[in-house]
């Protein structure tokens, strides 16, 4: 009898620890802890060494329906378990191999919900589970963030455009740096966004495994909380023609944010958090949070480097032809791709009748050039428009493969509502099929993507390139903070590489002649720094032909790298990256307007002796941007490098194995 009631006494003990309204999770080497909490409302909080850098925030889900929501969620068990497993990236944009430890909350409710809490010794993510028998539709997702301080905060604010609503964007916008309260109410921010307090570590905001669902926004409130913000599902959709070419717009929203599986995952929502800076350019915490790949076979994904001509307009000298988009031209484009070790080039707009595919553009004569490129070993690439790329999809798909184009670029979407969103996977699925690779254009951020389609290999969703064109927008600082930020999320299409360079005083937005602001260096080492295993030099041909020493070394540089080391960082102001491929390592640094010396410690490098060419700001990139010298010399571990960095300046190290 005493047995029986000692017995009962545990079980009912046992019943109220797995009904326990409050739980706490570590990271593996403990410096990260969350407290997750049901008492009034479901909420996290999340501490970094036992300082509080995540006040209690609520998340909930609500669907739809009459169905049971996650506001009154009744707790019916808990478990914690300690993961260790190992992600091999076939793909490796950061780090071949990826140790994947972290521990894991699993909250089960009466109800038909599941909450997913990870923390890792790098960051913390959680997700909702739900197990509904019949199809749901989303609400709203509730998603707070609230800091103890109004802390400084890198961030990017939509702008409305004047012909469609505040969710059309192209996730193109620099970043404002204000405190946390002097964001607007209302204010719409796409993520990824950076927290970057005084004192205490870097948290990003951002989120992974995208699918099926909108992206998340954040929104500001005017005080020291984001709080996550998503597109309505599109009831209706229209055709507008915005600037150059159509695209769909939604005219008509819903009421709801998802319609999707009742028994399903939703996205990750992911915060970085890390020590310093320069922790946060290596950090792949949402490579690891995707769902695994969907292509069984990867062996026909190649990363690469190519040429793109759109952004100097095709704007060749020294050429016996009439320059322009035509058999003549891009022939030169091959011709200069082979020269200097470059996989493909790109055909951009124009190739086609944009509303057309098969409608070929009348001086092009594109089974010659597909002749001309595979005898010289170089592949096409091609642009589409994302609105005729679905209308025509599998036959166009069919006609790239019997022109061997194994990569192209669709663009113009410029959404990540669900719609959206599928779109990206709808194009992804077919494009495996096909076994060609692509990038998105108009593009909202990875998310993780690239893990789970890896042939997807870049996309925008950044300020890059091209904004030189028309703006002053793609400054230095810019282009250090990107880095820190938008990289975090996972591989950007910047296209690097312009040859034209200018200091503050003599940078122009002139179309054509294209020139970037900083020197020639500071664009050679986004080659090393910037995340892409397809890289787009955007520069002039008929200038690089010019420098042959200069695009030998741009051209050697690889695209994939075994593994990557941070070796200094600030956001905005300067970084150091180092970079191994087999046996040899390659190392870029950028700086803002500032002018910087560097002494770079090689006790990194394995016992030996290499041979480093150093390609740095000439003396006179102060004032001529484009000035850089280029010398080798022998080196060991223990010889430490020192670089001088012009204003806006950078430069490139490779260190071959002898």
Request: hydrophobic share 40%.
């Amino acid at each position: 009898m005493i047995k029986y009631i000692i017995g009962c006494f545990l079980l009912l003990l046992s019943a109220e620890l797995l009904a326990a309204d409050s739980e706490t999770i570590y990271s593996p080497d403990g410096a990260i802890k969350v407290v997750v909490q049901n008492k009034d409302r479901l909420t996290y909080a999340v501490y970094y060494k036992e300082q509080l850098v995540i006040a209690p925030s609520a998340i909930r889900l609500n669907v739809a329906q009459g169905l049971a929501t996650s506001e009154q969620l009744r707790i019916h068990k808990t478990r914690i378990e300690l993961k260790h497993a190992t992600i091999i990236s076939p793909i490796p944009e950061k780090r071949k191999v990826i140790p994947d430890v972290y521990r894991e909350l699993t909250v089960e409710f009466k109800q038909p919900f599941r909450l997913l809490v990870r923390v890792y010794n790098d960051g913390v993510a959680w997700r909702w589970c739900t197990h509904f028998k019949k199809s749901i539709e989303v609400n709203s997702e509730v998603a707070e963030f609230n800091f103890p301080r109004a802390e400084m905060v890198y961030y990017s604010p939509v702008q409305k455009r004047p012909d469609a609503d505040i969710y059309h964007t192209s996730f193109e916008e620099p970043y404002q740096i204000k405190p946390l309260d002097s964001v607007a109410a209302n204010q719409l921010i796409f993520t990824p966004t950076l927290i970057a307090p005084a004192q205490g570590p870097r948290i990003s905001i951002t989120e992974s495994d995208l699918e099926e669902y909108p992206g998340m926004f954040l929104r500001g409130t005017g005080t020291k909380q984001l709080t996550a913000d998503f597109a309505p599902y599109p009831a209706e959709e229209k055709v507008l023609i915005s600037g150059e070419f159509p695209q769909k717009i939604v005219s008509q929203r819903s009421a709801f944010i998802s319609r999707t599986k009742g028994s399903r995952s939703f996205p990750w929502r992911v915060l970085l958090i890390v020590p310093e800076d320069k922790d946060l350019p290596g950090n792949d915490l949402v490579y690891r949070l995707a769902s695994p790949s969907r292509v069984a076979d990867v062996s026909w994904i190649k990363s690469g480097k190519g040429t793109d001509e759109w952004i100097i307009g095709i704007n060749l000298f020294n050429v016996p032809f009439k320059a322009g988009i035509n058999t003549a031209t891009y022939k030169y484009y091959v011709d200069f791709a082979k020269r200097f070790g470059f996989d493909r080039i790109m055909l951009d707009a124009g190739w086609s009748d944009y509303q057309d595919l098969f409608k070929i553009n009348p001086n092009l004569n594109i089974p010659e050039l597909v002749a001309y490129a595979k005898a010289q070993g170089i592949k096409l690439s091609m642009w589409t428009l994302a609105l005729t790329l679905e209308k025509q999809l599998e036959p166009a798909l069919d006609q790239f493969n019997k022109w061997g184009v194994d990569f192209i670029m669709t663009d113009f979407i410029d959404r990540d509502d669900q719609k959206a969103v599928d779109f990206y996977h709808k194009i992804a699925a077919a494009c495996a099929r096909h076994k060609i690779m692509l990038m998105f254009h108009g593009a909202f951020k990875p998310a993780g993507f690239n893990r789970t389609w890896p042939h997807a290999l870049t996309r925008e969703g950044v300020l890059g390139s091209e904004f030189n064109i028309w703006s002053h927008k793609p400054t230095p600082e810019h282009n250090v903070q990107l880095p820190f930020i938008r990289m975090t999320a996972g591989p950007m299409d910047y296209e690097p590489g312009l040859l034209d360079n200018a200091t503050v005083k003599t940078f122009r937005p002139i179309e054509t002649k294209v020139m970037s602001q900083g020197t020639r260096c500071h664009q050679l080492a986004m080659f090393v720094v910037y995340d892409s295993p397809m890289q787009f030099f955007s520069g002039n041909p008929a200038q690089g032909l010019q420098e042959p020493a200069f695009m030998e070394l741009l051209g050697s540089i690889p695209t994939t790298w075994d593994t990557t080391r941070v070796l200094e960082g600030k956001v905005g102001d300067y970084i150091i990256t180092a970079r191994k491929k087999g046996n040899d390592w390659y190392i870029g640094g950028m700086t803002d307007w500032t002018s910087r010396d560097f002494t770079l410690e090689l006790d990194f490098l394995k016992a030996g002796s290499y041979e480093a060419t150093i390609c740095q700001d000439g003396v006179n990139a102060d004032r001529y941007a484009s000035d850089y010298t280029i010398l080798t010399q022998a080196i060991t571990p223990n010889t430490p490098l020192t670089i001088t960095l012009a204003p806006g300046g950078g430069f490139l190290v490779r260190l071959k194995k002898k």
